[in-house]
């Protein structure tokens, strides 16, 4: 009786687990990253991210405002999209949930001094605060 119950308490711990991870992103939840930067999901229904984004990182304009953050979950990954309205620019994150950090590979979009549209490449390990 007592092997029953715990296979049957391990069987309901990967019922759980999975569906955990087929959830993706929790939401609400709090995420920073190693810039120092803020992500705020406050909904994640249906395979859609919606929150903002408050940029910290030292070197990059438009920092201190929370701007629109918007993308898609999935269980094999994510991305979300920031426009920068005042810095004419605009982010595109890609990455994976796993636990408590999310690792991404990020593209700033950008017109550069000359009037050339741009790009930058870099990556982000946002970390769950709450």
């Not at 120092?36 to 929150?51: K, V, Y």
């Not at 690792?103 to 390990?125: A, C, E, Q």
Request: aromatic share 14%; proline share 5%.
């Amino acid at each position: 009786m007592k092997r029953l119950l715990g296979l049957l308490l391990l069987a309901q711990s990967f019922l759980l687990s999975a569906e955990a991870m087929a959830q993706g992103l929790p939401a609400p939840s709090y995420w920073k990253n190693e810039r120092g930067s803020e992500l705020l999901i406050w909904s994640a229904n249906s395979g859609t991210i919606q929150g903002t984004f408050t940029n910290h990182a030292q070197g990059f304009a438009c920092q201190g405002i929370p701007y629109p953050a918007a993308g898609s979950v999935s269980p094999t990954g994510l991305y979300f999209v920031v426009t920068f309205a005042q810095c004419n620019s605009f982010t595109r994150w890609v990455g994976t949930i796993k636990g408590s950090q999310m690792p991404t590979s990020w593209t700033l979009f950008y017109v550069d001094n000359k009037g050339k549209p741009s790009r930058l490449k870099g990556g982000d390990i946002f970390t769950r605060v709450w």
